[in-house]
Antibody, heavy 117, light 109 residues
Framework: QARLVQSGAEVKKPGASVKVSCQASGYTFTGYYIHWVRQAPGQGLEWVGGISPNGGLINYGERFQGRVTLTRDSSITTAYMEVNNLKSDDTAIYYC??????????WGQGTLVTVSS | EIVLTQSPATLSLSPGERVILSCRATQNVGTFLAWYQHKAGQAPRLLISAAVNRASGIPARFSGSGSGTDFTLTINSLEPEDSAVYYCQQRSGWPPLYSFGQGTKLEIK
């Protein structure tokens, strides 16, 4: 069945960058958007952005425009999210998810990104 | 930007009871609304899509209703494993933008 597997936890210093990967299997990777959602400690879910099946259309949540870059590589069925100029309040669990007709299913297991000096 | 407001924020109920969770949008989203269940340490799980459609494998005691700006998720015959945070999510506009409600934390005593 469809499955997304994300890269492992990261610890970064303020001002650094982080790149999280999300490898898909069990479905046609080139047929669906991939989205990223984060959950900061004690907070709810927040949409980061989404990338179209061919990578030609990328949308970002207002807070993430200019600091987050989404890409994907169909040859290895993997999507990536890079966050630049990390701040302490970027500490969160980042999830990738496949969009199926406007909804997110399935989701990756989540990647904890910790930003600390 | 469409904002989703969920109520109540938290609640505690007993097994076998029925609960109705609310999600209200600041603008008409039609039926572009989903519900997710999120347990600590796990990935969120899609429960309901297009406001009323149960996702694959979701028990029949979960049901969704509503359209426009007012939506509800009903869970009948609560079970202990229903303890989780429940989120609504909408999609709107072009290019499409997405947002989540702030969540309702449900505890089964």
């Amino acid at each position: 069945q469809a499955r997304l597997v994300q890269s492992g936890a990261e610890v970064k210093k303020p001002g650094a960058s982080v790149k999280v990967s999300c490898q898909a299997s069990g479905y046609t990777f080139t047929g669906y958007y991939i989205h990223w959602v984060r959950q900061a400690p004690g907070q709810g879910l927040e949409w980061v952005g989404g990338i179209s099946p061919n990578g030609g259309l990328i949308n970002y949540g207002e807070r993430f425009q200019g600091r987050v870059t989404l890409t994907r590589d169909s040859s290895i069925t993997t999507a990536y999210m890079e966050v630049n100029n990390l701040k302490s309040d970027d500490t969160a669990i980042y999830y990738c998810a496949t969009e199926r007709q406007n909804w997110f299913d399935p989701w990756g297991q989540g990647t904890l990104v910790t930003v600390s000096s | 930007e469409i904002v989703l407001t969920q109520s109540p924020a938290t609640l505690s109920l007993s097994p076998g009871e029925r609960v109705i969770l609310s999600c209200r949008a600041t603008q008409n989203v039609g039926t572009f609304l989903a519900w997710y269940q999120h347990k600590a340490g796990q990935a969120p799980r899609l429960l309901i899509s297009a406001a009323v459609n149960r996702a694959s494998g979701i028990p029949a005691r979960f049901s969704g209703s509503g359209s426009g700006t007012d939506f509800t998720l009903t869970i009948n015959s609560l079970e202990p494993e229903d303890s989780a945070v429940y989120y609504c999510q909408q999609r709107s506009g072009w290019p499409p933008l997405y947002s989540f409600g702030q969540g309702t934390k449900l505890e089964i005593k």
